[in-house]
């Protein structure tokens, strides 16, 4: 029987190719050995794996749509923190952050939201 970590070898080089067959090889794999519950484990496995080949999916969240300028600079802004040569940006829009952004890679969060900075100011008045 295969164990996550091979599995998770697999489905980065197969999805790095553009199969995108392989998430369904996956999907087979988890429900066929009782391991449904360990498909975020497996992403994180997968996601890892690419990390290590250069390749890493960066999600952002912001109140509203970002521009092309802006997708560019918060490309370049991960590219160069992280040094890997391949990013793929996902924006995900959440109107409760009011404003800024919260950036995701597989080992960080930058949370420069204005949400948060509120949190972070009203903390500090009342302690």
């Known amino acids: 029987m295969a ?5 998770a ?5 197969h999805l790095a190719a553009g199969r ?13 050995t009782g391991r449904t519950g360990q498909a975020g484990y497996l992403a994180r496995d997968v996601a890892a794996i690419l990390a290590t080949r250069g ?3 960066v999600q952002v ?3 509203r749509p970002l521009t092309d300028d802006a997708k560019l600079k918060i490309q ?6 992280t040094g890997v040569s391949e990013l793929e940006l996902e924006q995900k829009l959440d109107p409760t952050i009011i404003g800024g952004a919260i ?24 302690l």
Not at 3 to 7: E, F, G, I, P, Y
Not at 76 to 81: G, I, N, V
């Open 103 to 126: 950036i995701e890679t597989p080992g960080a969060i930058l949370d420069a939201s204005v949400r948060t900075k509120l949190a972070r100011y009203v903390e500090g008045v009342l």
């Open 55 to 57: 390749h890493i999916l």
């Open 20 to 32: 995108s067959e392989a998430i369904r090889s996956a999907a087979a794999w988890l429900v066929n």
């Open 61 to 63: 969240t912001t109140a």
């Open 76 to 81: 370049q802004f991960c590219k160069h923190l």
């Open 9 to 13: 070898g697999y489905l980065a080089e």
């Open 3 to 7: 164990s996550r970590a091979q599995v």
